[in-house]
């Protein structure tokens, strides 16, 4: 089904891979656009992700033996964030937000040895659970990993220390080792409902709507449970990273 497209000259056929692949770049933009600001359009999204397409296929012919779609779904997805971190998308009330959310969950669950409950953090945080599902909506987008996470004032940038190797993706690298391990056990130990809708969201790949018919809950709410599960998961990666390092 992913078989690669060759021309009579026996190179890789751009513009008929180009075309049967441009549904794929459209799903990415849809997928990512359900937990992202009205402000951001799913046109832009797309026209940069056809921009990592076409660059996944001029890399892919010096990699022979990888899987064309799982490549090309990296590149895409890279340059669809890369792109949002040039926009500067987030407000910064936004990533106060989600800092603050973080660090109380953080906080919580070092005293509680457990994941706390919505009451809980709310309480923590010192605002009412409206007010504190008001914050996760505004927080909705935020990723789960940024290169700013893993920066300490006096050595420079974790990501460069630890992964020097430019002919590959930093984040990437940092992820395929201990991060990736302490990111499966974070999954597990979410509460059970947030374990479901992430599987749904990044295995199964529904979208919000979808993923509220399966819950039973509303489109909104499923943003506020999505934005509630990453950070839980970024307060959980944070801790293992700073670990690490220490």
């Known amino acids: 089904?992913?078989?690669?497209?060759?021309?009579?000259?026996?190179?890789?056929?751009?513009?008929?891979?180009?075309?049967?692949?441009a549904p794929l770049v459209k799903r990415?933009?849809?997928?990512?656009?359900?937990?992202?600001?009205?402000?951001?359009?799913?046109?832009?999204?797309?026209?940069?992700?056809?921009?990592?397409?076409?660059?996944?296929?001029?890399?892919?012919?010096?990699?022979?033996?990888?899987?064309?779609?799982?490549?090309?779904?990296?590149?895409?997805?890279?340059?669809?964030?890369?792109?949002?971190?040039?926009?500067?998308?987030?407000?910064?009330?936004a990533r106060r937000n989600m800092r603050q959310i973080e660090a109380?969950?953080?906080?919580?669950?070092?005293?509680?040895?457990?994941s706390p409950a919505e009451t809980e953090i709310a309480a923590e945080l010192g605002v009412s659970i409206d007010d504190y599902h008001h914050m996760l909506l505004d927080a909705r987008g935020a990723q789960l990993v940024h290169y700013e996470d893993f920066t300490d004032g006096e050595d420079g940038n974790f990501l460069e220390r630890n992964c020097a190797d430019d002919s590959a993706d930093p984040l990437a690298s940092l992820l395929d080792g201990d991060l990736r391990q302490a990111l499966i056990g974070a999954i597990g130990n979410l509460p059970e409902?947030?374990?479901?809708?992430?599987?749904?969201?990044?295995e199964q790949e529904l979208?919000?709507?979808?993923?509220?018919?399966?819950?039973?809950?509303?489109?909104?709410?499923?943003?506020?449970?999505?934005?509630?599960?990453?950070?839980?998961?970024?307060?959980?990666?944070?801790?293992?990273a700073w670990t690490s390092i220490a």
Not at 193 to 202: A, D, F, H, P, V
Not at 209 to 219: D, Q
Request: glycine residues 8%; proline residues 2%.
């Open 1 to 21: 089904m992913n078989q690669t497209i060759y021309t009579s000259a026996g190179v890789i056929d751009k513009q008929q891979h180009l075309a049967k692949f």
């Open 28 to 93: 990415i933009a849809h997928h990512m656009i359900a937990r992202l600001p009205g402000s951001v359009e799913a046109d832009d999204l797309i026209q940069v992700g056809m921009i990592g397409l076409m660059d996944a296929l001029n890399r892919y012919e010096e990699m022979p033996g990888a899987q064309f779609e799982t490549y090309a779904q990296q590149r895409i997805r890279g340059a669809m964030l890369d792109e949002l971190r040039q926009m500067d998308w987030l407000p910064r009330g």
């Open 104 to 114: 109380a969950i953080s906080a919580l669950q070092q005293r509680l040895g457990r």
């Open 193 to 202: 409902r947030e374990k479901t809708l992430m599987g749904l969201y990044y």
């Open 207 to 240: 979208n919000f709507k979808e993923i509220g018919a399966v819950l039973g809950v509303s489109e909104s709410r499923v943003c506020q449970i999505h934005s509630q599960a990453v950070a839980r998961l970024r307060a959980r990666l944070k801790e293992c």
